[in-house]
């Protein structure tokens, strides 16, 4: 790389950063791991360490030199640089990385449970674990429940709380959206969880969505879900 020079690194990291946000929605973060590769041969070429923070600190305003300045951090272990730059700019993800390589385990399942609440689905089960191993899950598990309005994608909140296994904040989701446009969708997906320990309840719940439908359904659509929804009712017996 004989054209690159810590005078015109930050514009060509720059560059890099913008091009990897406009495709990596289409090629699941390839673009970012080989950029992430690029970056470390870039600093590795120029081979001046303080030069390169020197430059990266003058820029700190740019959210994206300032991740990279994190890594930076990270690759040279200044944990205490990089938690602070991520805590000014809630960085999650690097946050993540931070308390999982200082074995800050209270911290990390913080930072978990935040990123839980905003989505991240597939950190419930290292979540859990972690929690569990320091006996706190009961704690956390009651926190992320009654957190669960932050998530205000409810198919978001389902999934969670059915991870969980809080069958009750579940139900209680289902009964409020049972006239919603979720309402389809939610008792699609979890009526077998839901019935098999709030039954009459859920049965009280098909009942009012059933007649509202019959009373406002105009379109195919509409008679589809009717029909389904009658094949299930049917089938929990005791009902007219």
């Known amino acids: 790389m004989p054209l690159v020079t810590i005078q015109n690194m930050v514009p060509i990291l720059d560059q890099l950063n ?25 600093w590795h070429h120029l081979n001046t360490p303080k030069a390169i923070i020197h430059e990266l600190d003058a820029h700190l305003d740019n959210k994206d030199i300032r991740r990279d300045r994190v890594m930076v951090a990270l690759d040279g272990n200044d944990y205490a640089t990089a938690e602070k730059l991520s805590l000014e700019s809630n960085f999650l993800p690097e946050l993540t990385q931070i308390y999982e390589r200082t074995h800050q385990d209270d911290k990390l399942i913080d930072v978990l449970k935040q990123r839980v609440l905003k989505g991240n689905l597939k950190l419930t089960k290292q979540l859990k674990e ?76 098909y009942h009012e969505i059933l007649l509202t439908m019959a009373e406002t359904s105009g379109n195919r659509k509409d008679y589809d879900a009717i029909g389904w929804m009658l094949f299930r009712y049917q089938e929990f017996g005791d009902v007219a």
């Open 18 to 42: 913008q091009y990897a946000h406009e495709v990596d929605s289409r090629d699941y973060g390839y673009v970012s791991k080989h950029n992430l590769a690029f970056k470390r041969h870039l």
């Open 130 to 205: 972690l929690s569990e191993h320091h006996h706190r899950w009961a704690s956390d598990r009651d926190d992320l429940s009654n957190q669960i309005s932050e998530t205000t994608d409810v198919m978001t909140a389902a999934k969670l709380l059915s991870n969980l296994k809080n069958t009750a904040a579940l139900r209680d989701l289902l009964h409020e959206n049972r006239d919603t446009t979720m309402t389809t969708y939610l008792f699609q997906n979890y009526t077998d969880e839901v019935y098999a320990a709030f039954p009459e309840q859920l049965k009280a719940d």
